[in-house]
């Protein structure tokens, strides 16, 4: 069984950067499309970007250009955000994509003056 814990996130200003991580057990980066998804107040998850086994990326329009995913050897997969604006407000969440494990608790991500 695989369990996501997410971490890293915290309240900033708008404009200002911020790096959150994702570990899994069970080793499943090297086999899996894995992907970082957030929900915002009142919305729908929703996925923000994605990373292939061999590396390749894919992100949302709202974040692409300030958003990257990145894994390493370690069983870690960031998100590094970059010129936060108050829309990114959300809980983020990683899993495979498509999902197929259970989510973890997520990582809140408050950007607010």
Same mark, same amino acid.
């Given at each position: 069984?695989? !369990?996501?814990?997410?971490?890293?996130?915290?309240?900033?200003?708008?404009? @200002? /950067?911020?790096?959150?991580?994702? &570990?899994? +057990?069970?080793?499943?980066?090297?086999?899996?499309?894995?992907?970082?998804?957030?929900?915002?107040?009142?919305?729908?998850?929703?996925? !923000?970007?994605?990373?292939?086994?061999?590396?390749?990326?894919?992100?949302? @329009? /709202?974040?692409?250009?300030?958003? &990257?995913? +990145?894994?390493?050897?370690?069983?870690?997969?960031?998100?590094?955000?970059?010129?936060?604006?108050?829309?990114?407000?959300?809980?983020?969440?990683?899993?495979?994509?498509?999902?197929?494990?259970?989510?973890?608790?997520?990582?809140?991500?408050?950007?607010?003056?």
């Amino acid at each position: 069984q695989v !369990v996501f814990v997410e971490s890293g996130g915290h309240l900033v200003q708008p404009g @200002d /950067s911020l790096r959150i991580s994702c &570990t899994a +057990s069970g080793g499943i980066w090297s086999g899996y499309f894995m992907g970082w998804y957030r929900q915002g107040p009142g919305d729908q998850r929703n996925m !923000v970007a994605r990373i292939t086994p061999t590396g390749k990326t894919v992100y949302a @329009d /709202s974040v692409k250009g300030r958003f &990257t995913i +990145s894994t390493d050897d370690a069983d870690t997969m960031y998100l590094q955000m970059n010129n936060l604006e108050p829309e990114d407000t959300a809980v983020y969440y990683c899993n495979s994509v498509p999902v197929v494990y259970d989510w973890g608790q997520g990582t809140q991500v408050t950007v607010s003056l």
